[in-house]
């Protein structure tokens, strides 16, 4: 079946620790996004990428990092400069033809 | 500054009831509309979408545009208590496939 694969589910971060947030999509979209969800909050967006090799900064890319090696993949990380970086990281494609985005299942991420 | 405005709720509603869901945007260029339901906890799917003014019908859900008052608005029929969730309104304001996100509004089912 087609998806969006985000792993882990739960990730715990130390004080001044670089994590990596795994995103992997089989939908053969080119577009991918990262939003951020803080509990009682919309969506914030990350970073998204539109092609491989090219992405562009969203509303608070401070303090986190991404890449576009390939079309299937669109890694997060999280870096030790992101102050508060608890929270709920939802990965997101779509396709050209834009019917709205599909999301994977989210990574929880809490600092320890 | 683009903005999507929803009622953060919570909208409560007896079951059987009809939910009503309401969602304005500020850009008047935007594009396409989208409903999407979020259980807590879980990732955020997509329920509705619609591009034209009037109605758009997929069954207990009725989605609603009025680009001239510049509001959206989804209904649900024959309410039902796994329909408790939180709802986000998305607008697509450009052609770069970017989505304005609404805070989202939660809604209760009452048994």
């Known amino acids: 079946d087609g998806g969006i694969t985000q792993s882990p589910k739960y990730l715990f971060r130390k004080e001044g620790q670089n994590v990596t947030l795994s995103c992997e999509q089989n939908?053969?979209?080119?577009?991918m996004y990262w939003y951020r969800q803080d509990p009682g909050q919309g969506l914030r967006l990350i970073y998204y990428?539109?092609?491989?090799?090219?992405?562009q900064k969203g509303d608070i890319a401070e303090g986190y990092s991404v890449s576009r090696e390939k079309k299937e993949s669109f890694p997060l990380t999280v870096t030790s400069a992101q102050k508060n970086p608890t929270a709920f990281y939802l990965c997101?494609?779509?396709?050209?033809?834009?019917?709205?985005?599909?999301f994977g299942s989210g990574t929880r991420l809490t600092v320890v | 500054q683009k903005e999507v405005e929803q009622n953060s709720g919570p909208l409560s509603v007896p079951e059987g009831a009809i939910a009503s869901l309401n969602c304005t945007y500020s850009d008047r260029g935007s594009q396409s509309f989208f409903w999407y339901r979020q259980y807590s906890g879980k990732s955020p799917e997509l329920i509705m979408f619609?591009?034209s003014n009037g109605d758009k019908e997929d069954g207990r859900f009725t989605a609603q545009l009025n680009k001239a008052s510049q509001y959206v608005s989804l209904l649900i029929r024959d309410s039902q208590p796994s329909d408790s969730a939180t709802y986000l309104c998305?607008?697509?304001?450009?052609?770069?496939?970017?989505?304005?996100w609404g805070a989202g509004t939660k809604l209760i089912i009452k048994p």
């Open positions: 997101a494609s779509t396709e050209t033809d834009f019917y709205g985005y599909t």
């Open positions: 619609i591009y």
């Open positions: 939908l053969n979209h080119d577009a």
């Open positions: 998305a607008v697509n304001v450009d052609s770069n496939y970017q989505l304005i």
């Open positions: 990428s539109q092609i491989v090799n090219d992405f």
